[in-house]
């Protein structure tokens, strides 16, 4: 998260006790679905101590340290190309089209990215693209550092490095690379599928 | 003798639909507009509406839901013979949300997406 600069905080800080509750039930789904404490205390105006409570409360462990995972690069690899085109499609949508703003559409989205991508997670049964990351992929768009492409063949909207060529831009899903999928397979077929 | 039928199952169809959304818009208003592809000022409407108003409105021999997709995307999803069923899923979810876009009028000639 070194190279981003956190945006100005969406909801003011105040001692509204209903403006407070309404986060906490905010932060508490947000833990739900696997957030990171530094995403928390982006999203809500909680002090730090007592988003750690809330999470050791929810998830009956002490929420996890170290760095957020930064790379840009990894929403370009193939399956998480997908699964990241796939949950800012959902985002763009929860946007346009409903009243939901800022981490509640994040959280709606979320959700609804979970719903479909249940059956293709990984060896350990998360989704492919975490909570945290998919916060990270929103910001990664507030910072320009990624871009929408149209693919010329399905003429789906993808996520792509920004000032990558977009006039020929063929999706992952149309154009697989020839080793795609081999992994998931694998584990796929572990799982009994 | 068929037409009366198939216009019961349109009838039926209908407030079927219709109840459903209102159930899905007052359980999580947000959420159910993305999953019905509703307008916000549609949806509202939809939700003043009591039983006996949506049984009116159900009542006609043309069918309220429309399938979403445009004939290219029915054809991309087709074409999609990636052998998980899941990834399929994905690409529908990613073409319908270039729609509303497209919709929007947000893309350009060139296929960018400012």
């Known amino acids: ?193 | 003798m068929q037409t009366a039928n198939l216009l019961d199952d349109v009838r039926e169809l209908n407030l079927a639909y219709l109840l459903l959304a209102q159930r899905m818009l007052r359980e999580d208003y947000a959420t159910a507009l993305y999953r019905l592809g509703l307008s916000d000022e549609n949806a509202r409407a939809l939700l003043s509406l009591s039983p006996k108003q949506l049984v009116k409105l159900g009542n006609t021999n043309l069918l309220l839901c429309q399938l979403r997709m445009n004939k290219q995307q029915v054809f991309s999803i087709l074409n999609d013979d990636s052998p998980y069923a899941n990834l399929q899923q994905m690409h529908t979810t990613i073409l319908l949300s270039s729609q509303s876009e497209e919709g929007a009028d947000r893309t350009t000639a060139n296929g960018v997406v400012p």
Request: net charge positive; proline share 7%.
């Open chain 1, 1 to 193: 998260m070194s190279d981003t600069s956190p945006p100005p905080k969406t909801i003011p800080r105040t001692k509204s006790v209903r403006r407070e509750a309404s986060e906490i039930v905010l932060a508490a789904s947000m833990i739900e679905l696997g957030s990171r404490l530094q995403v928390l205390q982006i999203e809500t105006s909680l002090s730090r101590d007592r988003l750690v409570r809330l999470y050791r409360e929810i998830k009956e462990v002490s929420p996890p340290k170290g760095l957020l995972p930064f790379s840009v690069d990894w929403y370009m690899t193939w399956l998480p190309n997908i699964h990241s085109s796939a949950f800012h499609g959902i985002h763009r949508n929860i946007v346009e089209q409903t009243p939901s703003r800022g981490a509640q559409a994040l959280v709606d989205s979320y959700r609804l990215y979970r719903e479909l991508a249940k059956d293709s997670s990984g060896d350990n049964g998360e989704p492919v693209l975490s909570f945290t990351r998919a916060w990270m992929l929103l910001r990664y768009f507030d910072s320009d550092m990624v871009q929408l492409s149209s693919c010329t063949q399905c003429g789906g909207t993808f996520v792509t490095h920004v000032h990558s060529l977009r006039h020929d831009y063929v999706c992952g899903l149309c154009r697989p690379p020839p080793r795609a999928g081999k992994t998931l397979a694998r584990s796929l077929r572990k799982k009994g599928y």
